[in-house]
DNA sequence: AAAAGCGCTTAAGGTACCTTAAGAAATTAT
DNA sequence: ATAATTTCTTAAGGTACCTTAAGCGCTTTT
């Protein structure tokens, strides 16, 4: 698995000379897994945050009388973790699974501490990394407040395309706050449009 | 105004040394607003981020046929600005407005990366910021998608009780996603159990 | 290759929440 | 104080979305 993906993420926000790139690396652990295994369950300690190298992974939450949420998905060049138990190292409240087989890098919350007290200008890469999070999350909530389901959906495929072509319909439906029947029906109403 | 608030707010997460806070007030505005006062109107540039001195500040889309989506409450400790046109410095999507009087203290963009670059300390401060406002966000897209609006009412009840006093229901309402009628229906049936 | 399981669709009936409307209560303006 | 606005409430009728159920096509398991 080659490095080149994940440097090129953090150079999008800050630049690093060579020693500093070799002690980031050195704190990464490349991991393979296939479709459907889990990286974090509900009630665990979730230790890592992980970037995608390659494929796709889910977190979702799992309500009352087994109802999934997905909060968010994450395909190559993306990072993704429970943020709330990892910063504060409590039970994990969301599951991650892999959509399909994967490639990631994880960083343990404690390497992460020693990178930002080693190289500061991680500060900065986390601040924007967290900003851009906080504010896709807020539109997400304009979204769901003001648009109705099918408009969420437009703008879902839309705006994730190559998500939106490896992830199931229940998935997808789950994302938006509806029933997989339910969407099944605006698809249909679309094709008759 | 005083400084109090707002520096034990910094020290909260990071510490300053009298020329790191000199520096640091220097840039800080001081103002205050009446009730309903328009602190940023959608459409405008977007130029400060506001930290809270004193008082209550609401943000909220306009979406089609005026229906109001409140996206945020700031009341005294919180910093507020429509964070997607402050970073980019486009139009405000957001409009924000004083609830009642206030007391506040802006802070421009090109200050606030000054003050980055002067010091770096403020990248881990805002870094954590910014954390708490996506773990925040996410937390309330899941109880978007996984509660019902009465069960999501009592939780805004006890988290912001401060908030609910001062905002009306109309405002609690289109920060639920609901209509001040179906609240008002909510609340009849509450006092009724 | 059958069986079992899961995903997608369609349809009928149900419920949470919306719309409209109108009056009472509270707040703001004259 | 009075008038004017805005907020909150109640109620009737409506709609977006849910639940249940059944059938069909995939994929996975045996």
């Known amino acids: 698995m080659n490095t080149e993906l994940i440097l090129a993420n953090i150079a999008k926000h800050i630049s ?41 992974l889910r977190a979702f939450y799992m309500g009352k009388e087994a109802k999934e949420s997905t909060i968010m998905f994450a395909v190559a060049d993306w990072w993704i973790t429970d943020m709330y138990c990892f910063i504060n190292q409590k039970p994990a409240m969301l599951t991650i699974t892999a959509v399909e087989d994967s490639q990631l890098f994880r960083l343990r919350k404690e390497d992460l501490d020693r990178l930002y007290l080693q190289v500061p200008k991680f500060e900065r890469f986390f601040r924007i990394i967290m900003q851009n999070a906080y504010i896709r999350e ?56």
Chains 1, 2 share one sequence.
Do not use: M, W
Request: with cysteine; aromatic share 8%; glycine share 4%.
């Open 16 to 56: 690093l000379d060579k020693n500093e790139i070799d002690f980031f690396l050195s704190l990464l652990k490349p991991e393979e897994v296939s479709k459907k295994s889990v990286l974090l369950k509900e009630g665990q300690l979730c230790r890592d945050i992980n970037f995608v190298h390659h494929g796709t």
């Open 138 to 193: 807020q539109l997400r909530i304009i979204e769901n407040l003001s648009l109705s389901a099918e408009e969420r959906y437009t703008n879902f495929l839309s705006r994730y395309p190559k998500v939106a072509q490896q992830v199931t319909q229940k998935q997808i439906a789950s994302y938006l706050g509806i029933t997989p029947e339910f969407l099944s029906t605006l698809r249909a109403n679309k094709r008759i449009k």
